[in-house]
């Protein structure tokens, strides 16, 4: 259990679906992440929401569209992808930088593995 | 801007043996956190260790310590006693902790590959 729970694991799914990933955290946190992680490429940070508010888009194609309706959940919308958005998609939640002392960690999430074909 | 890098893209160590995991950092801000993440094939980020830039002593978590050399703006990652279980990808990250960001942007290294051999 890490806390932070992404659904589905694994999607296959065609260039003209559209489907959602959806992640879910009861830490407490009040920032939530979208990561995406392709083969022998670094992490690359897709979106920011903190406090419900997205306050970071990272220059990220219109086909994936966030979603976080409160601060237990976040969502990624894909519609029209591409054969190279196939990877493994991490969510993250954090807790404001200035609470408290000691670990100011991100919690993963387990990933979804999305093929594009 | 923060930058981590961690330059070895693979490492090798046999089992029941130390291995250094590298990682070095830039940054302007003077409070920031460094954190160690494991990344095993299946996919999921495991938090490892964390050491505050105003900490005097180094972090340790069970066989994990993490060599903090402040000056050099280095953070590596000493794993004692290397088991067949820890080959897996390993992540060196930076959070900002003072100005910036309200949230405290994550920063992560290339990562390195380490393969334990029995």
Known sequence: ?117 | AQKITQTQPGMFVQEKEAVTLDCTYDTSDPSYGLFWYKQPSSGEMIFLIYQGSYDQQNATEGRYSLNFQKARKSANLVISASQLGDSAMYFCAMRELAGGTSYGKLTFGQGTILTVHP
Do not use: I
């Open chain 1, 1 to 117: 259990e890490t806390g932070v729970t992404q659904t589905p694991r694994h999607l296959v799914m065609g260039m003209t679906n559209k489907k959602s990933l959806k992640c879910e955290q009861h830490l407490g946190h009040n920032a939530m992440y979208w990561y995406k992680q392709s083969a022998k490429k670094p992490l690359e940070l897709m979106f920011v929401y903190s406090l419900e508010e997205r306050v970071e888009n990272n220059s990220v194609p219109s086909r994936f569209s966030p979603e976080c309706p409160n601060s237990s959940h976040l969502f990624l919308h894909l519609h029209t992808l591409q054969p190279e958005d196939s990877a493994l998609y991490l969510c993250a939640s954090s807790r404001d930088k200035d609470v408290g002392a000691g670990n100011y960690g991100y919690t993963f999430g387990s990933g979804t593995r999305l093929t594009v074909v």
